[in-house]
């Protein structure tokens, strides 16, 4: 297998430095804090997505133009949190999986860099949407606009990061892949992107259900028909429905996966997260289908049971990336150590050959320094001209009666005039070289 996936694989080199705190550390610090910025991202999307259904909606009932509103008041809290959580999983993949990452980020290329005009402008919208909302009040159509932009570049955004991802899994595809167009056509790109679309969807409705739910919040300051019970009971509508799509989608990812990646340990946790969610998803319909006075009865379990589940399926994420790269990052250690074994073998023995000297037996006393300076000082030095440094006759009129001063220069050259640039030291001369080149340009005649 290994011969195998070298052939049809590159196989970079690694960065030889050491990690910045046990590799334990860095993976727990991932998946802890990716969990933590994913659950944000939802809401961000979700939130988005929420707000411009209801801006619609609410063209005909006030009360859903209202709703709009409150959602659209979260959105931009949800993703600063986003941002700012998001800082620590980057840092930490970018260090676990440097050569990975990287390296699917050179493939996607300008895409890549896009994400950060495009982050920009739906940042700005959400914010014009937000702070325009009264102003706009009678120009619903610009304002449904303002968000329908934003929502669109939400839903983009992340399919570069999923690709971007999705790409260091798959080294055996980096010779194939010509930029992120040809990336996102991998087969598992759009299940996981679908995937990921339904958790936003779910998480945000559980968080519709709080935020409109709170005993502190003024709800009946902003709805004339709509009464709380019936928010909760679309909001866990949703997350219902986006949990059964992603039951649905769940094997269909699975199934697109390459096989590589899969093991007894990771189907066991996908089996224990998905059994978690199932009494998560009978509660709610309990209370959706139960009186209205216990729709709050189960939430707080829900909760729970939904977010152990969101952990099991991230650790399921990182289980899945270890056993898939594993066999690659071998052949990458490898090729690491073997290059270092050169690098220092080629430190340690330097090689000794030098360029035969052309020696011009007819200067005869001064053959060798004329050599030696045609080799290594020609380049700079005329006998009577200035080129890059003084002419010879020049070096004759300082040293004429000081031949050890010019050894001493020419082996340790420094700057005496502005108008000349700093003379190289000449290391490879040894002492005898210096002493035949010293002779010969004190042979020189002005």
Wanted: aromatic letters at 10%; a positive charge; hydrophobic letters at 45%.
């Amino acid at each position: 297998m290994f011969q195998l996936l070298q052939i049809n694989t590159p196989v970079p080199r690694d960065i030889p430095l050491d990690l910045p705190l046990p590799e334990w550390l860095l993976i727990t610090l991932l998946v802890v804090s990716f969990l933590m910025h994913i659950i944000f991202v939802n809401l961000m999307i979700g939130g988005t997505v929420l707000t411009l259904w209801c801006q619609i909606k609410g063209l005909k009932d006030k009360d859903y133009h209202n709703l709009a509103h409150e959602i659209s008041r979260t959105i931009t809290v949800n993703k600063s949190l986003a941002v700012v959580l998001g800082v620590a999983p980057l840092l930490s993949i970018s260090t676990l999986y440097a050569t990975y990452f990287y390296t699917a980020t050179s493939l996607t290329g300008g895409m890549w860099i896009a994400i950060i005009p495009l982050v920009t402008v739906a940042f700005l919208l959400t914010y014009l949407n937000k702070y325009t909302w009264h102003v706009l009040d009678k120009n619903k159509p610009l304002s449904i606009a303002i968000i329908a932009t934003a929502t669109a570049l939400f839903l983009f955004i992340p399919l570069i990061f999923l690709v971007n991802v999705n790409l260091m899994l798959f080294p055996e595809k980096w010779g194939t892949v010509k930029g992120f167009f040809s990336a996102l056509l991998l087969p598992n790109v759009f299940p996981r992107y679908l995937h990921f679309i339904c958790a936003s969807m779910a998480v945000t409705g559980l968080f519709i259900f709080w935020y409109m739910g709170r005993k502190n919040y003024p709800f009946e300051q902003y709805f004339e028909k709509l009464t709380r019970y019936d928010v909760k009971k679309k909001a866990y509508s949703l997350t219902l429905a986006a949990s059964v799509a992603q039951f649905i989608i769940g094997p269909l990812v699975m199934l697109t996966l390459p096989t590589k990646g899969f093991d007894t340990r990771l189907i066991l946790v996908i089996l224990c997260g998905a059994a978690i969610a199932l009494p998560a998803m009978w509660w709610i319909w309990k209370a959706i289908t139960g009186k209205p006075e216990n729709i709050d009865k189960h939430f707080g379990k829900v909760v729970i049971a939904l977010s152990i589940t969101v952990v099991f399926m991230g650790s399921g994420r990182h289980v899945y990336r270890s056993n898939a790269l594993r066999p690659h990052q071998k052949l990458v250690a490898a090729n690491t150590a073997e290059f270092e074994r050169l690098s220092k073998e080629a430190r340690e023995n330097p090689p000794t050959e030098q360029a035969e000297l052309q020696i011009d037996s007819t200067l005869g006393a001064v053959a060798k320094g004329a050599a030696i300076f045609q080799m290594n000082c020609s380049s700079c030095h005329k006998e009577k001209e200035k080129l890059v440094g003084p002419p010879i006759t020049e070096m004759v009129s300082i040293y004429a009666n000081d031949k050890d001063g010019l050894k001493q220069w020419i082996k340790a050259p420094g700057k005496k005039r502005p108008d000349y640039p700093q003379m190289p030291t000449l290391s490879q001369l040894t002492d005898d070289d210096r002493e035949e080149l010293a002779n010969y340009i004190l042979s020189i005649k002005k």
